[in-house]
């Protein structure tokens, strides 16, 4: 569920202005699924822009401000959600840690880096959804340490039907600054696409893994 239709355009106008999302159809990126993909997103590059880093963190600080009273503990997804999630969590004055994909190697072998109080909800910040698999082994890996995680916030989901569903069956509520419907009407009214690519895009989205361009 996206915060509101304004800011999704908004949002969505800044990513596509930076580069942080590119879309080409005719020469399609490869995800490492393996997936072809006309469009490729690395919100990390928001974080070379401050005042587009630092409008987005406020708007997301804001909304954890209007509905968590309580103290809480801000969880960045490494490795492209950290930057983003560690400005918030640096506004709200709240503790921050951030979740590995997976344990490390040496050392102690950490997957969660950072002091998590398993007595504080833990609120996940996440910069990209695609499938879900990712955000949610983070989630898991919070839950398995034995706290208690009350939602996600993401700068862009996909909107992948395969997606949600895990999220719903993970009892997770993810909130979105913007998503894949009004990324392509900024796209459009941009004149970074045309109507006809408008709709090939809207085609992938379907079922990425057998899209042909």
């Known amino acids: 569920m996206i915060f509101n239709k304004n800011l999704a355009l908004q949002t969505a106008k800044h990513l596509l ?38 409008h987005l963190s406020d708007i997301i600080s804001k909304k954890i401000a209007q509905e968590h009273s309580d103290p809480l503990i801000i969880a960045g997804v490494a490795t492209g959600a950290i930057g983003i999630a560690m400005l918030v969590a640096d506004k709200l004055k709240l503790p921050f840690i951030y979740i590995r994909p997976e344990p490390k190697k040496h050392g102690q072998k950490n997957q969660i880096e950072g002091h998590l109080n398993s007595k504080l909800p833990v609120l996940v910040i996440e910069d990209l959804i695609s499938t879900g698999k990712s955000s949610l082994n983070a989630v898991n890996s919070i839950k398995n340490a034995g706290a208690n995680v009350i939602g996600m916030i993401a700068l862009f989901t996909y909107g992948f039907e395969m997606a949600e569903k895990a999220f719903i069956n993970a009892n997770v509520n993810v ?34 893994s057998v899209w042909n361009n």
């Open 17 to 54: 202005q930076i580069n942080a999302i590119k879309l080409n159809l005719e020469n399609p990126f490869t995800w490492a699924s393996g997936w072809k993909s006309p469009i490729y997103c690395d919100n990390r590059i928001i974080l070379s822009y401050p005042k587009i880093r630092s």
């Open 175 to 208: 909130q979105t600054l913007c998503d894949y419907e009004h990324l392509l009407s900024v796209a459009e009214s941009e004149g970074e696409i045309s109507a006809f690519q408008k709709e090939r895009l809207k085609t992938w989205r379907k079922d990425p």
